[in-house]
């Protein structure tokens, strides 16, 4: 209880003290205001970056994975494009060999004019897919309806458009029931896909024309094209595992003897996802590491004032002690004193530093509108802040409590 | 018994050199006593006064206050004694120049362990019983010199000492406002408070009821004011100039305190300033 009180007392009596010596306090923790706000700001900033980064990977989809023919760099004219090109019945092998997989839709991707009625697109990006591909690619069906299994099985002329061909090529009533020519076949629109601005990062930013056909109409309009495999983890986690038993089937299926290069690729969008935090997350650590060397030049600065105060007040120290202030009391009383600057200083940064990242991040337009102070951040800064408070302070404190009570009420 | 004091020595280690600043001082002052402890400088009253207020230990020697040994106690220790037993008024009053008077009683019992509970209102009873009961608001400097010490009294008496310590307490003050000060500190004594003033003029210390004289670290003379040599040789020097001054100035207005005075000759005391304008 004693204690609380006298914490509190003194506490008031910093605070009381700071405010008559006002120009002084600032000039004592303005390097830990700059500190403090340039740390705020260098995580923020570094935590929207990665944001920003992350968010561009998951708008092409978390939990991906994709297989695709390669020629191997060391030994590229050892194969002979057959023996590289992913064919349907490998692909169809994925799942039962993959257990790490949850599903996989082949893709067959060309490239052909696109009419309907007096419309024309001398190329349009076709690509035959699977029902599955909705989901992998989380791009549903917005009107109409997917493709059936009887689609597939039949070879169906069948197409599915997105809203950016229904626009370009004026298909009249949302598009669905129209015909339209796609490679000089005729083939009936039996729904619309929603269109998915995938990041600049990994496209041209602004949406194009698609057309989807089944799988196994793509086939027979590209008999001999090579395909690629887009899969997905049962969990984002899982994806060095699907590598490994991916790597593990396409090897075993072509034969490869040990030795051999790779004659496929595959790629995980986690292992970016993973890269970019472990970047992220260094590049905020160094930052933030320069920034506490700052803040202990700062710490300097507010064991100078302290100095100053302590032989500025030596009668008044004097005078506590001669009634009755303990050397215990006195001590505490310069090293709350010292926190206490250190924590206003500590605040007044975490106020510009978050005020500074809030403004860049509703700045219009913002590279970094994904910038945020995480909580660990405040609760360092604070803390670090408090430690330099009381090991700086912790000088001028000691000083203070063994000056002779005589010889400060003597001291001029 | 208040105060015992046995063998008391006190060595400052100058550099090499030793300076005994006592050479053994035994004195006992009793509860409700007014002493006055005088001397001239180098004499070591400065270090007797210390020593009783508990800021300094002796080299050697005993000092027993109210039963408590305090010679060999620690520094912590000697705090909460100066806390509790000793209220010390000093030359230049040593108020906070930005604390209220209020704020300034109150500062001794922020560092009590007893009295925490209503430290306000045994702040605002101490500054009415030495009269400022109007001004608590008032910050040092919008006091004069005489209501600024006693403020330093009241900050003094609010945790209730047994020993109220006074080292010049008139030494920046004019002679009336030292009229006021003595008159307080002899209201005080008559309330029963322990009083020990160390001053070098003899009109001060005439007030109190025992003269301690001290030279070169010993005691000189200890007695009753009335009895002290040097004492009744300085009012005996007085009463003449004051009768030199009543023939030359007959309509000259006696600014004595003497009136006031109950042990001591009934003479008229003119103050020093009064003689001294007498004097050419």
């Given at each position: 209880?004693?204690?609380?009180?006298?914490?509190?007392?003194?506490?008031?009596?910093?605070?009381?003290?700071?405010?008559?010596n006002k120009v002084?306090a600032?000039?004592?923790?303005?390097m830990?205001?700059?500190?403090?706000?340039?740390l705020?700001?260098?995580?923020?900033g570094?935590e929207?970056?990665?944001?920003?980064?992350?968010?561009?990977?998951?708008?092409?989809?978390a939990?991906k994975v994709?297989i695709?023919p390669r020629?191997p760099?060391?030994?590229r004219?050892?194969f002979?494009?057959r023996?590289?090109?992913l064919?349907?019945?490998?692909?169809?092998?994925?799942?039962?060999?993959?257990?790490?997989?949850?599903?996989?839709?082949?893709?067959?991707?060309f490239s052909?004019p696109f009419?309907y009625?007096e419309?024309?697109?001398?190329f349009?990006?076709?690509?035959?897919?699977?029902?599955?591909?909705?989901?992998?690619?989380?791009?549903?069906?917005?009107?109409?309806r997917p493709?059936?299994?009887?689609?597939l099985?039949?070879v169906?002329?069948?197409?599915l458009v997105?809203?950016?061909a229904?626009?370009e090529?004026q298909?009249?009533?949302?598009g669905?029931g129209s015909?339209?020519?796609?490679?000089e076949?005729?083939?009936?629109?039996v729904?619309v896909?929603?269109t998915?601005?995938v990041?600049?990062?990994f496209?041209?930013g602004?949406?194009?024309?698609?057309?989807f056909?089944?799988f196994?109409t793509?086939?027979?309009?590209r008999?001999?094209?090579?395909?690629?495999?887009?899969?997905?983890t049962k969990k984002?986690?899982?994806?060095?595992?699907?590598?490994?038993e991916?790597?593990?089937?396409?090897?075993?299926?072509r034969?490869?003897?040990?030795?051999?290069?790779?004659?496929?690729?595959v790629e995980?969008i986690e292992?970016y996802i993973?890269?970019?935090?472990?970047?992220?997350t260094?590049?905020?650590?160094f930052?933030?590491g320069?920034?506490?060397v700052a803040?202990?030049?700062?710490?300097?600065g507010?064991?100078?004032?302290?100095?100053?105060?302590?032989?500025?007040?030596?009668?008044?120290i004097?005078?506590?002690?001669?009634v009755?202030?303990?050397p215990?009391v006195i001590?505490?009383?310069?090293?709350?004193e010292?926190v206490?600057?250190?924590?206003t200083?500590?605040?007044?940064?975490?106020g510009?530093g978050h005020a500074?990242?809030?403004a860049?991040r509703?700045?219009?337009?913002s590279p970094?509108?994904?910038?945020?102070?995480?909580?660990w951040?405040?609760?360092?800064a604070?803390?670090?802040c408090?430690?330099?408070g009381?090991?700086?302070g912790?000088f001028?404190?000691i000083?203070?409590?063994r000056?002779?009570?005589?010889?400060?009420?003597?001291?001029? | 018994?208040?105060?015992?004091?046995?063998?008391?020595?006190?060595i400052?280690?100058?550099?090499?050199?030793?300076?005994h600043?006592?050479r053994g001082?035994?004195?006992?002052?009793s509860?409700?006593?007014?002493?006055a402890?005088?001397g001239a400088?180098g004499?070591?009253?400065?270090?007797?006064?210390?020593?009783?207020?508990?800021l300094?230990?002796?080299?050697?020697?005993?000092?027993?206050?109210?039963?408590k040994?305090?010679?060999r106690?620690s520094a912590?220790a000697?705090?909460?004694?100066?806390?509790?037993e000793i209220g010390?008024?000093f030359?230049s009053?040593?108020?906070m120049a930005?604390?209220?008077?209020?704020k300034?009683?109150?500062?001794p019992?922020a560092?009590?362990v007893?009295h925490?509970?209503?430290?306000?209102?045994?702040?605002?009873?101490?500054l009415?019983?030495?009269?400022?009961?109007?001004?608590?608001?008032?910050?040092?400097n919008q006091?004069?010199?005489?209501?600024?010490?006693r403020?330093?009294?009241?900050?003094?008496l609010?945790?209730?000492?047994?020993?109220l310590?006074?080292?010049?307490?008139t030494?920046?003050l004019?002679?009336r406002?030292?009229e006021?000060?003595?008159?307080?500190?002899r209201a005080?004594?008559?309330?029963?408070?322990?009083i020990?003033?160390?001053?070098?003029?003899?009109?001060?210390?005439g007030?109190?009821?025992?003269?301690?004289?001290?030279?070169?670290?010993?005691?000189?003379?200890?007695?009753?004011?009335?009895e002290?040599p040097?004492?009744?040789?300085?009012?005996?020097?007085m009463?003449?100039a004051?009768?030199?001054?009543a023939?030359?100035?007959?309509?000259?207005?006696d600014r004595?305190?003497s009136?006031?005075r109950?042990?001591?000759?009934a003479?008229?005391?003119?103050?020093?300033?009064s003689a001294?304008?007498?004097?050419?």
């Open positions: 209880m004693i204690v609380i009180r006298l914490l509190t007392q003194t506490v008031l009596l910093a605070l009381a003290q700071m405010w008559t002084r600032l000039l004592a923790m303005l830990i205001v700059i500190g403090v706000g340039a705020i700001l260098i995580v923020g570094s929207g970056f990665k944001r920003n980064i992350l968010k561009e990977f998951e708008s092409v989809g939990n994709w695709f020629f760099h060391e030994a004219a050892r002979s494009w023996q590289v090109r064919m349907a019945p490998e692909a169809d092998g994925l799942l039962a060999h993959c257990p790490s997989l949850a599903r996989m839709t082949p893709i067959l991707e052909v009419q009625k419309q024309r697109k001398p349009v990006r076709v690509q035959g897919i699977r029902p599955v591909w909705h989901e992998i690619e989380q791009r549903f069906v917005t009107a109409g493709f059936s299994a009887i689609d099985e039949a169906r002329n069948v197409c997105n809203d950016k229904v626009e090529m298909l009249p009533s949302g669905v015909y339209v020519l796609v490679g076949r005729r083939f009936l629109v729904g896909v929603e998915k601005l990041s600049p990062m496209n041209r602004d949406a194009q024309s698609e057309v056909v089944p196994n793509a086939q027979v309009m008999p001999d094209s090579g395909i690629y495999v887009v899969a997905q984002p986690e899982l994806f060095e595992d699907a590598k490994a991916i790597t593990f089937y396409m090897r075993k299926s034969d490869l003897k040990p030795g051999d290069p790779n004659t496929f690729g995980a292992q993973a890269q970019v935090r472990r970047i992220g260094m590049m905020t650590m930052l933030s320069l920034v506490m803040l202990l030049v700062g710490g300097v507010i064991m100078v004032i302290q100095l100053v105060s302590v032989t500025e007040r030596t009668r008044e004097g005078l506590r002690k001669a009755g202030a303990k215990s001590l505490l009383q310069f090293l709350v010292a206490v600057l250190c924590m200083g500590a605040a007044i940064g975490l510009i500074v990242v809030y860049v509703v700045w219009p337009k970094l509108e994904q910038a945020a102070v995480p909580m951040a405040t609760a360092v604070v803390v670090f408090a430690g330099v009381v090991v700086f912790m001028p404190a000083k203070a409590a000056l002779d009570p005589i010889d400060a009420l003597r001291h001029e | 018994m208040t105060i015992t004091l046995t063998g008391i020595q006190k400052y280690r100058v550099g090499v050199e030793r300076v600043a006592l001082v035994d004195l006992s002052i509860r409700g006593e007014f002493v402890i005088m400088s004499s070591g009253k400065s270090t007797l006064m210390n020593i009783l207020g508990c300094d230990r002796p080299t050697r020697g005993e000092y027993i206050l109210n039963n040994k305090v010679a106690m912590a000697l705090s909460q004694v100066r806390n509790e010390f008024v030359q009053f040593e108020l930005r604390a209220s008077a209020l300034n009683v109150m500062l019992l560092y009590s007893k925490w509970w209503g430290a306000k209102a045994r702040a605002r009873r101490a009415e019983r030495v009269g400022l009961g109007d001004r608590m608001k008032h910050a040092p006091l004069s010199g005489g209501q600024r010490q403020v330093a009294i009241a900050r003094a609010v945790n209730e000492p047994s020993i310590l006074a080292d010049e307490p030494g920046n004019d002679s406002t030292s006021e000060i003595i008159a307080l500190f005080l004594h008559s309330e029963g408070q322990t020990i003033i160390v001053t070098h003029e003899e009109d001060i210390a007030n109190a009821h025992r003269i301690v004289r001290l030279k070169d670290g010993m005691v000189l003379s200890d007695s009753p004011t009335r002290d040097i004492h009744r040789e300085y009012l005996a020097r009463a003449t004051a009768a030199d001054l023939r030359t100035h007959p309509q000259q207005p004595s305190y009136s006031n109950s042990h001591s000759p003479v008229a005391i003119p103050s020093p300033q001294k304008e007498a004097a050419p």
